[in-house]
Structure formats: structure tokens, C-alpha cells
């Protein structure tokens, strides 16, 4: 146990494959046990998501119902303008969350004038006292500099699967490219959020690579999601079975483990679990979820805001005030 309370980042493939494979209940244990040590287990982060530019995106990414590829059939919107964005963040603030999530379906950024109000976005969200962030694709390290620069605190940016599995998902840009945004941000001297998706059609030799890879980085991201894939219509990956929620029991106990400090985030795949399957995330070390006023993540369902707040009370979580 001492071992695994000491961070480190330079965990084997089998030490981790030994992790991922104890016996459930001993492996949430020693998660929930690790989790008691780096947090206060009784405290949940809200994370409002919002997607300020939805779908028509170029890329290929085999889940996801915003690439304009697929027939999804959902309803392509441009850019938010910042005082809807600003609004909508001030009414998370006041609804208890204290992290603020902009996501644009955008392969990468580009230096133009979206860009431009993206970092008014940022420095007004900063503004209101949440820790801002983005996912908005690949970044260079002077975009990264310019979003530090407005107020940025966090990006997201996911490795998505493993490596060896990452090109049945997505062809448009590489497992690489991921790994250098990452590096592009973490240079910049913004916390890093990165972690990935179950239910690709995945082993779990590749859940264990992907965990690996994260777990390895010479700083671990600070935020780790674990999202179930949302199913969606018109999607490639749109046939594959539910994830069984045990199985992100597993994911998640196995990321507090190996990266003790993260915040570790029941992401997507809410919406398809009982409170209860919900609860054994959170006894396996998940510290943060995802909420939105409209009740979509982006563009799939996410739970009502009322039901989490029932879910809360009933399991006597907090959410957590602010952790910068
Ligand atoms: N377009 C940017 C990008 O891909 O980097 C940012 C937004 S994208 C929606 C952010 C992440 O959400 C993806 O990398 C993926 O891990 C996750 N995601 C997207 N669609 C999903 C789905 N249907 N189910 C689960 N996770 C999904
Ligand atoms: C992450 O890992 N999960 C969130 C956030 N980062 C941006 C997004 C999940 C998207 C779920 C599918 C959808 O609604 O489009
Ligand atoms: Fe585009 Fe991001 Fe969706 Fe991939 S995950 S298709 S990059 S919005």
C-alpha cells in the first residue's frame, strides 16, 4: 500500500495490469483509501460544460456526433458571442459549480478572430472567480502562451483510447499530435486535463496502455475524465454495446491509484447510469462531474440538474468550493 500512496511515474505495464485486474471490491477499497489521503472524499467538483461552437467539424473522430462527416442530425451553430457565454458561466457560479469548461468543435485553433473572442471568453470568465477551461482541439505553444495569457487555468485535450488502438477511432491526425498539444500546454504553465473514452471496441490491454501513457507523463494531468462513450446515431461507433458501468468502476479506481493527486472526472455516460452505479464511481475515487444548464454535455444527454442535486443529498456530497 505505501507504494502505491507515493507518486510516481514510473509505473510498468504490469504493475498497472495487476492494478486494473484485482478483484473489484479490494480494488475500489484501495482507491477509496488513496483517494482519503490527496482529498477531502465527501467533496465533488461541478464542471459546467459548454459548447460554444457545435458540430460541422472536419475531423473523423468515429464517436463523435459533431463531425460533419456523419449524419447526427444535429443543428451546426457558430460561435457564441462572449456576454451569452459570460451569462451562462455567472449562472453556474451562483448554481455551485466552480469550474467552467468551453469546448468548440474545432480541429485546431486557428489565429483568427474566433480565436480572438475565445480569449475575451476566458478573461471574463476568469473574471467571475472559476477556473476556466478549454477544449477546442490542437493548440500551438504561442496559442497555449496567448490563452495563459487571458486567464486560461485549465486545457482539455484527451489521448481518447491507446495508442495502439487510436487510429481504428480517428484518422485525421495522430496519437502524437495529441501528446504534442498536451506538451504545448503544459509548457505554458496550464494544468493539463486529459484522459480518455470506454467503449471503443477497446481491450483492456488498451484501457491499461492509455492509463499507462497518462500515468507516465513526467507530471501527471492534474484532471483526469473518464467518459463512457455516448452513443450516437449516424456515428460509426453508434452500434457498439453500453458500457457496463462496472467497467468504469474499474477505469476510474485504477486512475485514483496511479495518479492520486488528479482530479479524477465521471465525464461522459451519466445519463445511462442509476445513481447508484453513479455511487460506486465516486467510492472509487471520482472527484469531478459534468453538468450543463441545457442538459446535454455537448451534443448527447446529460443528467437534469435537479436530479443531481437529489443525488448529492442523498449521498451527502458537497460540491467543492474552489480548488485554486
Ligand atoms: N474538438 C476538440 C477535440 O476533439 O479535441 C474538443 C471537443 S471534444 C468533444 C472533447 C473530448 O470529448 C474528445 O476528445 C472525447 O474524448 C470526448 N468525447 C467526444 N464525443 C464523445 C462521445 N460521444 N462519448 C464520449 N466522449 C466523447
Ligand atoms: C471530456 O473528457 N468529456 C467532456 C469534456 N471532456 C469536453 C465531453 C464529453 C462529450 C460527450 C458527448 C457529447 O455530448 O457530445
Ligand atoms: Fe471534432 Fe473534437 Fe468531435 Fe473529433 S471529438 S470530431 S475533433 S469535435
Not at 448554481?95 to 486557428?110: K, N, Y
Amino acid at each position: 500500500m505505501t507504494e502505491q500512496i507515493e507518486l510516481r511515474n514510473d509505473w510498468t505495464i504490469s504493475e498497472i495490469k495487476a492494478i486494473y485486474d484485482l478483484p473489484l471490491l479490494e480494488l475500489v477499497y484501495q482507491a477509496a483509501t488513496v483517494h482519503r489521503l490527496y482529498h477531502k472524499a465527501g467533496e465533488v467538483q461541478v464542471c459546467t460544460l459548454l459548447s460554444v461552437k457545435t458540430g460541422g467539424c472536419p475531423e473523423d473522430c468515429s464517436y463523435c456526433g459533431q463531425a460533419a462527416r456523419y449524419h447526427t442530425g444535429i443543428t451546426v451553430k457558430s460561435l457564441m458571442s462572449k456576454q451569452d457565454v459570460v451569462a451562462i458561466a455567472q449562472r453556474a457560479k451562483d448554481a455551485g459549480s466552480s469550474r467552467f469548461c468551453m469546448a468548440a468543435a474545432w480541429r485546431e485553433v486557428r489565429d483568427n478572430r474566433d480565436f480572438d473572442t475565445i480569449l475575451e471568453m476566458v478573461a471574463g470568465v476568469n473574471e467571475i472567480g472559476l477556473e476556466v477551461c478549454c477544449t477546442l482541439g490542437m493548440i500551438t505553444e504561442s496559442q497555449a502562451a496567448r490563452l495563459q495569457a487571458a486567464g486560461l487555468y485549465a486545457y482539455n485535450h484527451n489521448l481518447d483510447t491507446s495508442a495502439e488502438h487510436y487510429e481504428e477511432i480517428i484518422t485525421t491526425r495522430t496519437f502524437d499530435d495529441r501528446l504534442s498539444t498536451i506538451n504545448n500546454v503544459r509548457k505554458a504553465g496550464i494544468s493539463v486535463c486529459s484522459g480518455g473514452i470506454i467503449g471503443l471496441g477497446e481491450t483492456h490491454e488498451d484501457r491499461i496502455n492509455m492509463l499507462h501513457t497518462l500515468s507516465t507523463m513526467p507530471q501527471h494531468p492534474e484532471s483526469v475524465p473518464v467518459n463512457a462513450l455516448a452513443r450516437v446515431k449516424g456515428t460509426p461507433l453508434a452500434d457498439l454495446p453500453k458500457v457496463d458501468s462496472w467497467e468504469m468502476v474499474r477505469m476510474i479506481a485504477t486512475a485514483r491509484i496511479l495518479m492520486p493527486r488528479a482530479m479524477v472526472r465521471l465525464s461522459a455516460g451519466r445519463a445511462e447510469m442509476t445513481t447508484d452505479q453513479q455511487s460506486w464511481c465516486f467510492m472509487a475515487g471520482a472527484n469531478s462531474i459534468f453538468t450543463s444548464e441545457s442538459e446535454e454535455l455537448l451534443v448527447t444527454p446529460n443528467p437534469r440538474l435537479d436530479d443531481d442535486k437529489k443525488m448529492f443529498e442523498l449521498l451527502g456530497l458537497k460540491p467543492m468550493v474552489k480548488t485554486r
